[in-house]
């Protein structure tokens, strides 16, 4: 009894009396609720510890099942849950702590299913026996919806790997986390939590795409001014790399690798890429800021664009002297001018007129001669005639003998005849055809 009341009942000392036992209820819900309050926060705090591998605790220490009990999560199995809002924004805290509040609200008390805990930037949620199955994925994502209102097309998730025990989430933290981050940069569409899959939960990865080989591509589009070709190139790396299971960090590391060496090696003979890269040392630096693929992707084009406005229309001069290159490096490749055509993006027509009038020679002679430079030099090594053929690009020795002797004004006939070994007279039938390969991967990263 907190206190009594004589009759006849004074009005003013009944108000009173009303008012101390409204002020004493209102105190005790304040401390019921700072008491809850504090064990709500001190189990957040512990699941937290445990997810992230911070608990002075080991993961097999016993002392973790009591905890468990304590907080009421005596389960079966852990698996963790990470949400994140979609794209950035900048009422994404707002959301965030708006759908964390109706989660903790769903799963409050001891025989809760779930517990929310702190997870910035990201919201925590350690389930109960973890999703075993596609109907439970389904429920899932139903309820996760259900809570996160109009919000959720704007809310993404992904699961952990299942855990036996509290003291283990942190493997299924940082699972949760590899996989959210990747899920994030790839912008991916559909339910909060991404369809159950195979295995431990990864998709099935491609290599990893052989940068360095892009590297060239992309310097060689570029310095012939096809921009165009230069997004494909980096288009279709991207896809590579989204199909290796690269997540972001790694897919911008990868790309500024790319584009840093692509454009370090056209400034050595890009005057215009030079200057774009020291009157603008972050255009390489900002790639690390972008939030996804699809931004990653525009300031990639953004990149190429810049080259070439600086650069202008390729030069009849530049692209003669890539083909010669390109010559000089696959001689020994099936070379024609049909496929160089579109690989520049031109007529074959033009392409050969404009070569002639460049060079002085028409391009099969050109490569002609590249190949009896070579041939002699391979010659002169002691190498037989049909071992020369096959390394220089002929598909039969009758034909390499045949170009030897009707080069205009060439004697390399009679000082290869004078190496032991190498006599033509001996020589019969054709060899066998070699196929030449290599020189097509050119041809599909820039002509689609």
């Known amino acids: 009894m907190d206190g ?49 591998g911070t608990s002075p605790l080991s993961a097999d220490d016993p002392s973790w ?33 708006s759908v964390k509040r109706k989660l903790a609200e769903r799963f409050a008390g001891q025989s809760a ?16 026996d973890g999703i075993r199955g596609c109907r439970e994925a389904r429920e899932w994502n139903e309820t996760l919806r259900g809570l996160c209102g109009e919000a959720a097309d704007r809310i993404a998730g992904a699961c952990g790997d299942i855990a036996v025990s509290l003291g283990r989430i942190d493997r299924s933290f940082a699972s949760a986390s590899r996989r959210l981050n990747r899920r994030l940069f790839w912008c991916e569409d559909g339910d909060i939590l991404p ?40 288009n279709d790396a991207l896809k590579a790399m989204e199909q290796s299971g690269m997540d972001g960090p790694e897919c911008r590391s990868a790309a500024a690798h790319i584009a840093s060496a692509a454009l370090h090696k056209l400034s050595a003979v890009n005057t215009a ?7 603008r040392p972050d255009i390489l630096s900002d790639i690390y800021e972008t939030a996804d693929a699809e931004s990653l992707r525009r300031h990639l084009n953004g990149i ?57 020679d028409y391009f099969n002679n050109y490569v002609d001669k590249v190949r009896m430079e070579k041939a002699k030099e391979l010659l002169a090594q002691g190498l037989k005639v049909h071992q020369v053929a096959e390394r220089v690009g002929y ?54």
């Open 4 to 52: 009594y009341l004589l009759k006849p009942v004074d009005e003013d000392e009944l108000t009173g009396f009303i008012a101390r036992i409204r002020d004493m209820l209102v105190a005790e819900h304040e401390k019921r609720r700072q008491s809850e309050a504090e064990e709500q926060w001190r189990r957040e705090q512990a699941i937290r510890s445990a997810a992230y």
């Open 195 to 234: 369809p159950l899959s195979d295995g431990d939960g990864e998709t099935s990865a491609s290599p990893a795409p052989d940068t360095e080989k892009i590297v060239d591509e992309l310097f060689l589009a570029l310095d012939i001014g096809h921009r165009e070709a230069a997004a494909r190139i980096a």
């Open 65 to 97: 099942d009591a905890l468990a009990a304590r907080l009421g999560m005596e389960w079966n199995g852990y698996q963790v849950i990470l949400l994140a809002a979609k794209r950035g924004g900048e009422d994404d805290g707002r959301l965030l702590a």
């Open 113 to 128: 299913t779930a517990a929310v805990f702190p997870a910035d930037p990201y919201i925590g949620l350690v389930i109960r």
């Open 273 to 279: 890429a030079a200057s774009l890269l020291r009157e």
């Open 304 to 360: 190429w664009e810049a080259v070439a406005e600086r650069s202008g229309a390729a030069q009849p001069e530049r692209i003669v002297k890539q083909m010669k290159e390109l010559i000089h490096r696959n001689y020994d490749q099936n070379l024609k001018l049909e496929t160089l055509a579109e690989v520049f993006h031109y007529n074959s027509g033009y392409l050969g007129k404009l070569f002639k009038s460049e060079t002085g």
């Open 395 to 448: 598909s039969t020795v009758d034909y390499f003998t045949a170009n030897l002797k009707n080069m205009p004004g060439n004697r390399l006939p009679h000082f290869a005849a004078s190496i032991p070994g190498n006599d033509f007279s001996r020589l019969t039938g054709p060899h066998p055809f070699l196929p030449f390969a290599s020189f097509s991967r050119i041809r599909r990263f820039l002509v689609r």
